[in-house]
């Protein structure tokens, strides 16, 4: 069979979504069989959250049957059968728990050799609760698997050796957990495997755990994390060796963008906006700090200069699904602004954004805006709501909500406008939509109370 052509459209065989940018899906061999099925980036990501699931629900299943065998066989060879299912399942507990000495390996040397470390994942999927912890602040997942660093240089002088230090630190932390053990464990001990039949061999499982996180890190692959694909230690300690130059300008203007999104994050856009724009200062044509100038600039109401931004950045990037994201930026600034002219650009390049990214909420949403303000609410509202409930941000919620709210009050639904205003409010007090919504509402509530008036 020949492959499809790059241009043709392709289709997710499980959501049936298409889309014309072939390199965003993913292609994924299906276990004992020969076919190989292909998943949009969302189905892909579900998929991989369902094989988590499993991975940890299936970490517990030793633990079960090594006690049941334990406390039921009259056999000493059954019971130590059951004490190696059990000690294999403290070996998992101490997977999981190394990670977060792990990452504050990580995280302790980069603070010390002047890196700005501005967060700590521990696990992957839904977030579950946030701490501060020892300085840093720390994100758990629902699923315990894994866990990411995030920080960057706020400057370029000495790069390779302190990013060398920032990434072998993490390594070093398991190695010291290892041989901290042995201070309480024989080390001729350790090699004894029989002891694991003969009870819990806390500190000899230990060992291994970290062993294996130590040597797992440092062989140099990719590994999937909550973030995405990203270097292990060891693959990130040889490429930091080689790094050009481009790729260390790269990593201190994404000391600009992650200050600005803290910024963004606890609704402070002002700030944000300053942290964007000292970062284009410095690197005038990173397309990542302009478009996240551009999306703040929305933000602040400057709608203007964040499509005059959005266009710079439309020209200037060449890959297909960065220009699908751009052009679904201009047209959702196009349908803030409203006019004919650009509400024409407006549905033609919501259009082709829906047809590349159809599974993005933000997409949907924009689709939506455009189909609101080209006087089409029926066909707006399920997309915005669709969108509304697949966004995780409170902003994005917040916005389609307010959309919501106006296609509503068009249709005259003003008790559903009203409740989705309200919980748009509730949502982001400060959103940039609320006023637009409330006077769309306001005015619709004031021309319902008038009496109508007819010619004499």
Known sequence: MNPAPSD?????????????????????????????????????????????????????????????????????????????FLNFFCFEMFLVAVILPHELGHAFVARLVGLRVFKLYVGSGKPVFIVKLLGFRIEFGAIPL??????????????????????????VANALLAISVFGFVSASHFWDFDKLGQGMAFGQVFVCANLLVLVRNLWPHQIGTSLGMIASDGKALWQTLFLKRETIDNNYAAWFALEGLTCQENGQFANALSWFERGII????????????????????????????????????TKP???????????????LLGGAELLAEADRYSQEALAGLGWVPAV?????????????????????????EQTNEASGKAQNACWISMAETRRGHLTESRKYLDEAERLMPDCMLLERAAAVLEKALKESACPQSHPG
């Open 364 to 388: 949907k949403g924009t689709r939506g805006a455009v189909l609101l303000q080209l006087d089409r609410a029926e066909e707006a509202i399920p997309l915005l709501r669709e969108s509304m």
């Open 321 to 335: 699904a960065n220009r699908a994201l751009m052009k679904n930026n201009i047209a959702y600034i196009d349908a």
């Open 282 to 317: 410095q690197f005038p044509n990173h397309l990542l700090l302009l478009s996240l100038n551009a999306t703040v600039l929305i933000h602040l109401k400057r709608y203007g200069e964040a499509r005059d931004c959005s266009l710079k950045i439309l020209a200037g990037d």
């Open 8 to 84: 043709c459209p392709i289709t997710c065989n499980q959501c049936g979504i298409t889309s014309d940018i072939r390199e965003t899906f993913v292609t994924q061999r299906k276990s004992l069989r020969r076919f190989a099925g292909t998943l949009c980036p969302q189905c892909h990501h579900k998929s991989e959250l369902a094989t988590s699931k499993w991975l940890v629900f299936l970490k517990f299943v030793p633990g079960g049957l090594g006690l049941l065998i334990v406390l039921t066989s009259r056999d000493p060879g059954g019971a130590s059968v059951g004490w190696f």
């Open 146 to 171: 894994g866990g990411v660093t995030i920080a960057a240089h706020r400057d370029a002088t000495w790069f390779r050796l302190r990013q060398l230090a920032y990434i072998v630190a993490g390594p």
